[in-house]
């Protein structure tokens, strides 16, 4: 369903009132899914069942992360403390209490329950719990239940149904939780090679649960780990530009998923354990990476904004703000932005409008990144199921300026198959982000990544999932 939206975010600002009331009061909300604490803890496995060790995999409280957010700029985070065995009573009796302190500690900031759940027969994903007065119960009963290193009594649980069951467990809740898979293509073997996450396994956990498994980290984290950027440590499928190669590919993974009509979203994220500056590998929340939701500063809608794709991923605060919309052309005004969609008839001309801004602050390495190029990317879906893909780049003195707004639009003919739009950007003129190698400098190679607005010809062939 159409809602009519034009997206108008100024962060830092007063919020925007705009024609849909559902809209109003919006702005971008910076933020951040996957952070770890000292209640990612290590094991003695020498006592039985294992005893946890505080401080294990970082040495961090939740209230030190909370202020590391806020200080780099962000509205919002989750807490995402990774299990083990017996983990869910850590969680109860320790986590839950620290995040109370934190939310105590730093009101400002909109702090989620949640954690990296060990998936069954997979890896792992950001388990985001949506706020209430359940909202510690629930992630205990999750993670007892269904987290793959949860038992303590050797009884296997590293199998694909137990996360199916998870989720159909998850969807049935009052307020159902979010997951985002983390660092998709980390255990490939190669480019298109998949490891522990396969495209039939996204495929078949948003089947079963749409609404909670909406989508996966675009860019992951540990984005200051000069040796394996990411800790993708195959060499042979490495990222790509900082972000996962299910995401680069133009025609890849994910447009694969979006053509088949798939709500299916990507972020970015810290995964912080430890500060480079501590002798860690890692980048505190906000410090590189970004995930912007459009939303009111409300976790509520925040959540909203992060299960229905009103957000964009970005690292190195290359831009800050981003505007794309999709409009018929002609008497016919309505137009549609990020996650939603416009219906139009096929071939009709649709006029695709991207806006994105660049910071007026220095990022956090000191510096005013400026973009190098923009680009445009349509998808379809074709007859044997694959993507049709075009796009179209513009680089620096081809855009329109209008301040530290850079503005580029694209007139062309609506598929008979309807399609999806989405947008990337960079500071480097790569024309598709290049794989990451030891050594290089993730501050000279930055990236932002929209999610898409979906264009519907009413037709059966078009419709989406």
Known sequence: MLRHLICLGLLGLSPVVHADDADAGRAWQAGDHHVHSEWSVDWDRTTTPPTPIRGGDSPYTRSHNARQALRHGLAWMVHTDHGGPG?????????????????RDVPSLIQFNGMEFDVPGAEHASLVIAP??????????????????????????????????????????PAPPLMFVNHPSRTATGVGAWGEV????????????PRVLVGMEGAPGHQATRTERG??????????????????????????????????????????????????????????????????????????????GRMFAVTGDVIDALELTVSATGRDSRTATLGDTLTIPAGTTMRIELRVRQPARPNHHGEHPSLAQLELIVG???EDGTPRMQSRRWTTGTWRTDGPWRIVTWDLPVPARGAFVRARGSNT??????????????WRDLWFYSNPVFVDTGDQASETH
């Open 429 to 442: 003129l790569e024309t598709t982000p290049i794989a990451d190698v030891p050594g290089e400098d993730p």
């Open 231 to 308: 800790l993708y440590r195959n060499a042979a499928a490495p990222t790509f530009g900082g972000f996962d190669q299910m995401t680069t590919q133009i025609g890849g993974v994910w447009d694969t998923l979006l053509a088949e009509g798939r709500r299916f979203w990507i972020t970015a994220s810290s995964d912080s354990h430890e500060n480079l500056r501590d002798g860690g590998r890692d980048y505190d929340p906000g410090e590189y990476s970004k995930t912007y939701v459009w939303a009111r500063r409300d976790a509520r809608d925040i959540l909203d904004g992060l299960r229905h």
């Open 132 to 173: 209430g007065k359940h909202e510690r119960d629930e992630l205990v009963e999750i993670e007892h239940r269904f987290s793959r290193n949860e038992p303590v009594d050797g009884i296997a649980r590293d199998d694909g149904q137990t996360m199916i069951d998870a989720l159909a467990r998850m969807r049935t809740l």
């Open 87 to 103: 983990h869910s009573r850590v969680t109860q009796e320790h986590a839950w209490p620290a995040l109370e302190q934190a939310r």
């Open 198 to 209: 396969e495209p039939t396994e996204l495929r078949a956990w948003h089947d079963t649960a």
């Open 380 to 382: 379809t879906s074709g």
